[in-house]
């Protein structure tokens, strides 16, 4: 099966042995999806294409690993490329500190 990574700007550094891992991830999974969907709290479910790395960077290991869907995967990259620290900052400026405390 032909990879999605030909033609990326984004290449992860990933392990030799990544079809295998992949293959054992997306088995334990059950090929479904475990985003967690903000609206009902619950798994998204739906067939899953993808592994994703849950901390971003090189942790290859099961624990770090999760299947998503191929719609999952794409928000979860592109929160990552650079909106996560947007969203971080607002967070901040959400929470004013309570005078009395300082
Ligand atoms: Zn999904």
Known sequence: MA???K???RRRRLPR???QIRARILERDRHACRWIREDTGRRCGAYATEVDH???GDDHRDSNLQ???DWHHQQKSAM???MA???AAERRRAEPQHPGLI
């Open 3 to 5: 990879t999605g990574w």
């Open 54 to 56: 849950i901390h971003r």
């Open 67 to 69: 299947a998503l869907c």
């Open 85 to 87: 620290s947007k969203a």
């Open 7 to 9: 033609g990326s700007t």
């Open 80 to 82: 990552e490329g650079g």
């Open 17 to 19: 042995n990544w079809p």
